[in-house]
């Protein structure tokens, strides 16, 4: 029994051998990969190269940008490539082979790393961001990831933009907090995955003044006031009686506001020239000043120009400051108040122009400059 039995172990042996050889008789197990990586027709060494990912499958481009894996087994891969900066930026591509022979492959680009330069227009609630240009025709998206710390990547980092034009490089971030550090960084996707990862720029926010152009600086003379919403009622345009205009003697640059309406206007209930802020800016329970430089040149009677931050949510005034005839004339005063922030979906602030009533029709002349919020540390 025991020798019918080897003799058939010693026939599947033979057939099995004989099948092989039929099939091919050269055939190998394993193949090799051999290639050499550019960027911008130069070579590129120190390129991570690997197979799906797998260790066995990894190696590291030599300074001509050579490289070889050996022993590969037959199959379709995704072949990764990484080039890594100091500046923790780095450089990437995928590309799909098919190994059933020794392969050699010689046209690898990899596509120019995408930098991140300084950003600019920096203010307290806003910053633009700029990148240079990705360079592959593999594009499909950039996507840009913030953070209060350096450790950012897509995993750690808040998405904030995502763009599909390969032109499309700048974006701005105006969704910030004052005196805050946030760092920035953008990744490059193909269809496969990342094409590469910018370095990493740094955002220090200022100290807000919360209040948009409160220094009238824009536009030149005798222009309406950047930033600022101008009141209108019936046939009453403030914006008629409201001009931006040049002084060589303002508190903050070189031109102001200057008011200049018949004493018989009434202020408007909404202001006369204001701006919504958003209430994320101005924290409950933290103290704040507002405050204006303003310089009168005729305010007769009773007439008095307001200043007031206003709650939004129940649009009563929280702090008023009030400039009366009484006020020293032809000099530059600053007024201010403080006030704490409370819970609100938005604040406005609102120069109101006020007169006495039985309207009197006599001169109000006054120059606006230099309105400001600003935190109060305590």
Not at 285 to 310: D, G, P
Request: glycine share 6%; hydrophobic share 30%; with cysteine.
């Amino acid at each position: 029994m025991k020798k019918i039995q080897l003799i058939a172990l010693i026939v599947l042996t033979t057939l099995i051998s004989c099948q092989k050889s039929t099939d091919d008789p050269f055939a190998k197990d394993t193949y090799t990969l051999t290639g050499k990586i550019t960027a911008d027709n130069l070579n590129v060494g120190n390129v991570e190269i690997a197979l799906d990912g797998a260790e066995h499958y990894q190696t590291t481009s030599d300074n001509n940008g050579n490289f070889t894996i050996s022993e590969i087994e037959k199959g379709l891969y995704n072949m990764n490539l990484k080039k890594s900066s100091s500046d923790s930026s780095f450089v990437g591509d995928t590309y799909q082979i098919t190994i059933d022979s020794d392969t050699t492959i010689s046209n690898l680009e990899l596509p120019d790393p995408v930098i991140m330069y300084n950003p600019e227009n920096i203010s307290f609630q806003s910053a633009t961001l700029l990148w240079s240009k990705c360079n592959s025709n593999r594009f499909y998206e950039y996507k840009v990831y913030r953070k209060n710390d350096q450790g950012l990547d897509e995993n750690t980092g808040e998405l904030i933009y995502v763009g599909t034009n390969r032109s499309d490089t700048i974006f701005s971030d105006n969704d910030l907090l004052e005196n805050t550090d946030y760092y920035y960084r953008v990744y490059v996707l193909n269809n496969f995955g990342k094409l590469g990862g910018s370095n990493i720029v740094h955002v220090k926010t200022p100290e807000g003044t919360y209040v948009k152009n409160g220094s009238f600086e824009f536009f030149g003379n005798d222009s309406t006031a950047n930033d600022w919403i101008y009141a209108t009622q019936g046939d009453f345009n403030f914006a008629d009686y409201s001009r931006v205009v040049y002084d060589s003697t303002a508190p903050e640059g070189d031109y102001v506001l200057s008011i200049d309406i018949p004493v018989y206007h009434h202020a408007l209930s909404f202001g006369d020239l204001y701006q919504v802020i958003n209430s994320k800016y101005i924290k409950q329970n933290t103290r704040y000043e507002m405050s204006f430089w303003v310089k009168i040149i005729e305010l007769e009677s009773n007439a008095e120009c307001k200043l007031e931050i206003v709650d939004g949510t129940t649009y009563s005034p929280e702090r008023v400051i009030s400039v009366t005839s009484s006020s020293p004339k032809n000099e530059w005063i600053k007024y201010s108040t403080q006030f704490y922030g409370i819970e609100t979906n938005s604040y406005k602030i609102q120069l109101l122009t006020c007169c006495p009533i039985p309207y009197n029709n006599e001169q109000y002349k006054i120059l606006i400059d230099n309105i400001i919020i600003r935190k109060i540390e305590e």
